[in-house]
């Protein structure tokens, strides 16, 4: 599988960003989920959608300001954030897993994922 990840840059906060992450294989397949990395810091979970789209799950941090999606068709992978604070600065990174029975609290292990992307910059000024 290979990922392709684009968006990001540099916005104020308070601003809205959209990154992507585009994949080859069978798209539907595969769970998804999105992970940021700060400087010095551990990888975090962000978000995370299921196969079909029809659920999605995110973490405290990030609820009601980034919306996770999944284009099956075109195969590729959107987080949407708004409401942006320096906070969220960090490189964010897709994660793909073709695993077919997730518990719960599962989404949010970044060891579950097989498949990561290169990773991409959202920096946020304050």
């Known amino acids: 599988v290979q990922l392709q990840a684009s968006g990001g840059g540099l916005v104020q906060a308070g601003g809205s960003v959209r990154v992507s992450c585009a994949a080859s294989g069978t798209f539907n397949a595969y769970t998804i989920a999105w992970f940021r990395q700060a400087p010095g810091k551990e990888r975090e979970f962000v978000a995370a959608i299921t196969r079909n789209g029809g659920t999605t799950y995110y973490a405290a941090s990030v609820k009601g300001r980034f919306t996770v999606s999944r284009d099956n068709v075109k195969q590729t992978t959107y987080l949407q954030m708004n409401s942006l604070e320096p906070e969220d600065t960090a490189v964010y990174y897709c994660?793909?897993?073709?695993?077919?029975?997730?518990?719960?609290?599962?989404?949010?292990?970044?060891?579950?994922?097989?498949?990561w992307g290169q990773g991409t910059q959202v920096t946020v000024s304050s």
């Open positions: 994660a793909l897993d073709r695993r077919q029975s997730w518990g719960m609290n599962d989404y949010s292990v970044a060891s579950f994922y097989t498949y």
